[in-house]
Nanobody
Framework: QVQLVESGGGLVQAGGSLRLSCAVS????????MGWYRQAPGKQREWVAR???????NYANSVKGRFTISRDNAKNTVYLQMNSLKPDDTAVYYC???????????WGKGTLVTVSS
């Protein structure tokens, strides 16, 4: 069974930075494209960023130029570096394996990011 454990969230002021981590187990991590998603209060979960098995990346327009997704295959971990944070980035952040931006595994608990103005 695939397990996804997100960490690194917290409270940060607007303009600040955070680095999220997602530890993945139960799958052949090096074969998987991985994505980050977020769910803001009262809103649907939305896709944020994706990294392929080969390291190609793409981003939602709302975070392009501010967020960077990366992966460490030796540690079975995917990261999300978030810079220039805005209050609108406040959400619970989740990672998942993805196929064409569609999440494929059961969700983890996520990690809460709160950006104060």
């Amino acid at each position: 069974q695939v397990q996804l454990v997100e960490s690194g969230g917290g409270l940060v002021q607007a303009g600040g930075s955070l680095r999220l981590s997602c530890a993945v187990s139960g799958t052949i991590f090096t074969n998987d494209a991985m994505g980050w998603y977020r769910q803001a209060p009262g809103k649907q979960r939305e896709w944020v960023a994706r990294i392929t098995a080969g390291g190609s990346t793409n981003y939602a327009n709302s975070v392009k130029g501010r967020f960077t997704i990366s992966r460490d295959n030796a540690k079975n971990t995917v990261y999300l570096q978030m810079n220039s944070l805005k209050p609108d980035d406040t959400a619970v952040y989740y990672c998942n394996g993805v196929v064409a931006l569609v999440p494929v595994y059961d969700w983890g608990k996520g990690t809460l990011v709160t950006v104060s103005s």
